[in-house]
């Protein structure tokens, strides 16, 4: 699987090229205006996708009501699991195990089949608030190491993901190349 967003030397390469020539100088904080520039949304969506940090959430129905065929009673709990969703062959393709960020070309909605299937951020009235400052997070942190550096992951790497919340088992072993 090609599991690890930025392994691939070709996108880290242009990811770099891209936030060097968004942000000039070398070493600035990125701006916000730069970040909204940034095209990284692709790959952070996908990462999202196959590693989302919530698993899932709960509801609880709150009167009787028909899900397709299921009829649920009032008060039953359900977990909804995204992590299933965000990896369902029917929904996303038989490609579904693949790290491939090109699926977001058009935005979230049209990469799925059902766009209800991704959930990395929850759903409805209880949708978490952050989803905006969440992504300008991590395109600042990661800007600001693209302008510095070049990574690899080291061999010494070992592909665990563990849950509650998604990370890491082994922690992530890269070699930074400064620029
Ligand atoms: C990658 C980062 C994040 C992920 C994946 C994430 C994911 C989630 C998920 C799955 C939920 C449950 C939504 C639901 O039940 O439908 C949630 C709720 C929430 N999140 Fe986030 N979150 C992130 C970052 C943030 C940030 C940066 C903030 C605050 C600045 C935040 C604040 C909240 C709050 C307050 C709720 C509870 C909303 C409610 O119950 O009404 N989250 N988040």
């Known amino acids: 699987m090609d599991h690890v967003s930025f392994s691939h030397p070709y996108r880290l390469a242009r990811k770099g090229k891209e936030v060097i020539e968004l942000f000039r100088e070398k070493n600035p904080v990125p701006d ?16 999202l996708r196959l590693y989302p940090p919530v698993l899932g959430m709960t509801r609880t129905a709150s009167r009787e009501i028909r899900l397709g065929d299921l009829l649920l009673p009032a008060d039953i709990e359900l977990v909804i699991l ?8 029917e929904i996303w393709g038989e490609d579904a195990h693949l790290f491939k960020p090109d699926r977001f070309a058009e935005g979230i909605t049209k990469a799925a089949k059902n766009t209800m299937a991704y959930l990395p951020f929850g759903l409805g009235p209880r949708t978490c608030v952050g989803p905006n400052f969440a992504m300008i997070e991590v395109k600042l942190a990661l800007s600001m190491i693209l ?17 509650l919340t998604t990370h890491p088992q082994h922690g992530v072993q890269i070699i930074l190349h400064a620029l």
Do not use: W
């Open 82 to 89: 995204c992590l299933v969703t965000h990896n369902d062959p």
């Open 32 to 47: 916000d205006n730069g970040i909204a520039k940034l095209k990284m949304t692709m790959i952070i969506n996908e990462t």
């Open 147 to 163: 302008q510095r550096y070049t990574f690899t992951l080291s061999q010494t790497y070992v592909h665990s993901p563990v849950r």
